[in-house]
């Protein structure tokens, strides 16, 4: 069964920082490109960043340049986000999901996600 599960979220200061893991199993995670998305109540879910196999990354929310970095870990198969300078408008729930073989800024590219991870930023 594969399974993706979120941690690392919480409630954090404007201005500070988070590290979100996402912790897999079930899957070859060397052969999957990762991805973060958030979804903001009311608001479409929207992709923000995904590593590729080759430890690249892509961007596809420009709000969140030079402030989230995404790194992945395939002896723990893992993928992080590191999220600093956080802002209250990055307030949402923060998910990861994952494509084979690509990256891709839709939803409806990656097959299987986990169950997201709060993330409540206070002014």
């Known amino acids: 069964q594969v399974q993706l599960v979120e941690s690392g979220g919480g409630l954090v200061q404007a201005g500070g920082s988070l590290r979100l893991r996402c912790t897999t199993s079930?899957?070859?995670?060397?052969?999957?490109?990762m991805g973060w998305f958030r979804q903001a109540p009311g608001k479409e879910r929207e992709a923000l960043l995904c590593i590729r196999l080759t430890g690249t990354s892509a961007y596809y929310e420009d709000s969140v340049r030079g402030r989230f970095t995404i790194s992945r870990d395939n002896a723990k198969n893992s993928v992080y986000l590191q999220m600093n300078n956080l802002k209250p408008e990055d307030t949402a729930m923060y998910f990861c999901?994952?494509?084979?073989?690509?990256?891709?800024?839709?939803?409806?590219?990656?097959?299987?996600w986990g169950q997201g991870t709060q993330v409540t930023v206070s002014s």
């Open positions: 079930g899957l070859t995670f060397s052969n999957n490109a």
């Open positions: 999901a994952a494509s084979s073989p690509s990256c891709s800024g839709s939803a409806r590219d990656y097959y299987v």
